[in-house]
């Protein structure tokens, strides 16, 4: 394991995909494959000083090659935007409304008017099981305003889809200012 | 409940997206990165520091399941911290191999020319070869003299025939008065096709170690004895190899064609049971995990072996003997099962990548035999490694 393509395979057939799949929640497929393998280009570079675990990096890598994209041809989309994009009937079929009190669309809805870094907050804890001190370094911010964004994201998405004991799902139209 | 709707929004395309997308820029990414240059191993930047506490055993498995641990001795290694999932979940052998089968599948499948095997081995040296050779010449030679005596004496020819078999027996069991082990390593590129020139390198970087002190002093006292034969070099033949000594029948070509389902390989490998000419010695615990040993280091499917490891998880009696260095110094997870003939199969796996880094045989508490898989793959070059 000590040569260092045998390591770079390892690292790429370990996280290859989960880089990408955050990758394709900010820009369409050719460009979040771009992104992808630009960044592992960047890890095999810097391989012998990669931090354990290395997906919190990479990430990072990956976020940061996106952010740069926002200027260019290809602008960073909204998170929201491209989870409704990449959605499909299958994903409507397996939502059991009874399960999640709301319907799909309305779950969409109410993310939507969050702040998109508070969802980004939500997709390193939930999807991706990052704790906070992971997550936070991919985001470049203190686990402390990570762990705000995360707890607000949660409570608003909570009251949006009324599982806070409120009386009736509501759906936020304005969006909530985001305190940076 | 908030967290688990927001998980539920998680597009099921999201993962066949990265999956495809894996697999075809796979090969020209490693290409593009191992032609370009690295920077040197520099002095740590100042960095957000990450609270690492993360097990690289978990991590390995987190890829395919949730956070895990493998318990066993040593102790488990702590999880990750997470805000957002629960205790790590403890897994036993089956569990184990069941998540192995996952990463197993996700390997893309490959193909070349020859298949290639590099192999440490370190097995118990029971007789030094040059006493050995020269004790059975001289037995042999003692026999041909008596055969030119009897000749036409069929019924003393018989019992001095059977007087030398059973001296030949003898001291194949005789045991060195000390006890050593040799290791060296096994390098082959076998050929795909049939007829054409296969290659073995054996006997390289040969090291003998002994049991302890004394038996070291006791080995000078006996004069030395070279107790492995030297390799010789490259050696190339087109014979075909026995890819699998208790099924006769697997072919390096014809694994290729395996089932790749766990219900159908579970039922060939029933069949293949009942044909084998082994299946008495080490009953079907041990079959099993030999010929799993063959087929894991034989160029078989992703899905074949995925299927193997969930054969392999529903058998009874497997331990997990949680995390351990292989004999290449390497960290991996240890399977082993007890065979009917009293000896212990001990197989370890590295936890990310699902793959056989090392097999073991021990006996009554002696390790006979542990070979190390040191790489394999396909290479379409005699002598170039994967």
Redesign the interface.
Known sequence: ?DD??ER???L???????V??YA??RAD?DV??DV??ET??VA??????L???P???LLGVARNLLAKQRDSRHRRQALVDR?TA???S??HE??DVA????D?ET??AA?SALPERDVEA?VF???Y??????A??VM?CSVRTY?VR?HRA?KR??RA?G?DGGRHPRVLNTPLEDPR | MTDRTFARLKPEGLDELAEDGYRRRRSGDLARAFATPRTEAAPLRRRRPYVLAAATLAAGLAAVAASVVVTGDPAPRPAPPSASSAAPTVVDARSFLLAAATTAKREPAESGRYWYLNERTLQKVHVAPGEYMAGLKELSARFEKKEKELKGDQERLEAAREEFEREVGELKRQELPYTAFAADTTESWRAMRPGETSRSVRGQDVKVTFGSAEDEAAWRAAGSPELVQPGAGPRDDATPRVLSIDNPSLTLQNVRELPTSKDELRRRLDELWKRSPNSADVGKAGYLWQTGVDLMTAPIRPGTRSALYQVLADQPGIASKGEVKDALGRTGVALSVSTADGADFRLVFDPGTAELLEYDVVDKGVTQLRVAVAGMGFTDKLGERP
Request: overall charge negative; hydrophobic content about 45%.
């Open positions: 394991m260092p393509e770079f395979t390892d790429y057939d370990r996280h290859y995909r989960s990408l799949g394709l929640l497929r979040a494959e992808s393998s592992f280009l095999w570079r810097r391989l012998a000083e931090p354990e675990p997906l919190p990096w989870i990449l959605t499909t299958r994903d397996a939502w399960e999640h009190v709301v799909r779950a969409l993310l939500m804890a939930t999807w099981g990052l704790p906070p001190e992971q936070a370094g470049g762990n995360l949660r998405l909570a889809l599982l």
